[in-house]
């Protein structure tokens, strides 16, 4: 995190704020897919490749947030994090 500019971080934690503050407008009725596809770089932009055991096959939504993380294993938290900010303005439209 020691090289991301302040901008970036900022407009990563403002994208993620709109993300989950958001109850009436566009980013409110989202699809699981798009859902799983913010969620996933988020965990990537947060926390790096998925470090988590795969949950079992009766967990359905555990496991596709699992694999829709694990999807996004090698990508950089920076790449992430700004895929996440455009992905946000995009879905926000």
Same mark, same amino acid.
């Given at each position: 995190? &020691? ?31 798009k859902?799983?596809?913010?969620y ?16 079992g ?14 999807? &996004? ?11 996440? &900010?455009?992905? &946000? ?5």
């Amino acid at each position: 995190w &020691v090289h991301l500019f302040s901008g970036e971080m900022e407009a990563f934690e403002a994208a993620a704020k709109m993300a989950t503050e958001d109850k009436t407008g566009p980013l409110s009725k989202l699809s699981n897919e798009k859902k799983l596809v913010l969620y996933k770089l988020y965990k990537q932009a947060t926390t790096g490749d998925c470090n988590t055991a795969k949950p079992g096959m009766l967990d359905f939504a555990g496991k596709a947030k699992w694999e829709a993380w694990d999807s &996004v294993k090698g990508m950089s938290k920076e790449d992430a994090m700004a895929k996440y &900010v455009s992905t &946000v303005e995009e879905y926000n439209k």
